[in-house]
Nanobody, 125 residues
């Protein structure tokens, strides 16, 4: 499956953005989906993940209470609603998908074979 991420842009601190990740085939609905981000000079880090059914979600501590991950399998699309953005959220955001054997593994980027191209989020102060 190919993934297309979109929705990034420039936003002021305190603002909101919604990222989307669309899969090229219906197999997307079989996969867990994750969002990761990479800031300049830093390693890629986990942001949020959701199981294939949408029944369970996982968040990095840094985004809990501000970001919400969701999916619409009928549209082969996942979302990341980002509110109360701050400068530390500035990064390139990547979506990823794959079958994940155990839920606790969704935070590990090595568990994902399918990646989107990244969408850049810049938060200005």
């Amino acid at each position: 499956v190919q993934l297309q991420a979109s929705g990034g842009g420039l936003v002021q601190a305190g603002g909101s953005l919604r990222l989307s990740c669309t899969g090229s085939t219906a197999t997307f609905s079989w996969y867990a989906m994750g969002w990761f981000r990479q800031a300049p000079g830093k390693e890629r880090e986990f942001v949020a993940a959701i199981t294939w059914s949408g029944s369970h979600t996982y968040y990095a501590d840094s985004v809990k209470g501000r970001f919400v991950i969701s999916r619409d399998n009928a549209k082969n699309t996942g979302y990341l609603q980002m509110d109360s953005l701050n400068g530390e959220d500035t990064a390139v955001y990547y979506c990823a998908a794959d079958r994940i054997s155990r839920p606790q593994l969704v935070v590990n980027p090595a568990e994902y074979d399918y990646w989107g191209q990244g969408t850049e989020v810049t938060v200005s102060s």
